[in-house]
């Protein structure tokens, strides 16, 4: 009986250790196949680093391409409003200048003038003084000495000498 028994388990040992290799075998199998996915995986990640690598490198390089375009760019456009500003400091000198030759040609005409009106006949010169606008007549009449304008003025129209005179005062 004690053979039956020790057979019986033997048997048992060996059936339970017929199963358990066949659950080891499982296991292995399904941890190689689960490796061989996971390398697949590794494969496929290995790959997206490696293509993100060479687009990060690409957008480097066009960012530095970018940059350098922009520079020149930059550097053309400060040259050139060097070169307005330069032009702008030359106008404006230029326009000083002609102001001043206009007021320098101004002064010289309005001196002619007065030494024209100063020659002519006090009547004379209220005639064609009357018959000018009021702001030129009154510049012409500051022009000379308070002397002739009083001679010209008393030969004036009343009412035309007046208003040059309020004009004078200004």
Do not use: W
Not at 15 to 35: D, Y
């Amino acid at each position: 009986m004690i053979r039956y028994f020790l057979l019986l388990l033997l048997f048992q040992h060996f059936l339970f250790g017929l199963e358990t290799s066949k659950k080891l075998f499982e296991c292995t199998e399904i941890f190689k196949a689960r490796k061989s996915e996971l390398l697949v995986e590794l494969e496929r990640i290995d790959e997206q680093k490696q293509s993100l690598n060479a687009l990060k490198t690409a957008t480097e390089a066009l960012l530095k391409e970018k940059e350098k375009k922009l520079s020149l760019q930059e550097e053309q456009v400060n040259k050139k409003l060097d070169e307005i500003k330069e032009k702008e400091a030359s106008v404006k000198k230029m326009l000083a200048e002609n102001k001043q030759v206009l007021a320098l040609l101004k002064s010289t005409k309005m001196n002619k003038i007065a030494q024209t009106f100063a020659k002519m006949k006090p009547a004379s010169a209220a005639n064609i003084l009357s018959d000018m606008k009021k702001d030129e007549a009154a510049a012409i009449l500051q022009s000379l000495k308070p002397k002739v304008v009083g001679k010209i003025l008393t030969k004036m129209d009343p009412k035309k000498a007046s208003e040059l005179t309020l004009l004078l005062a200004k």
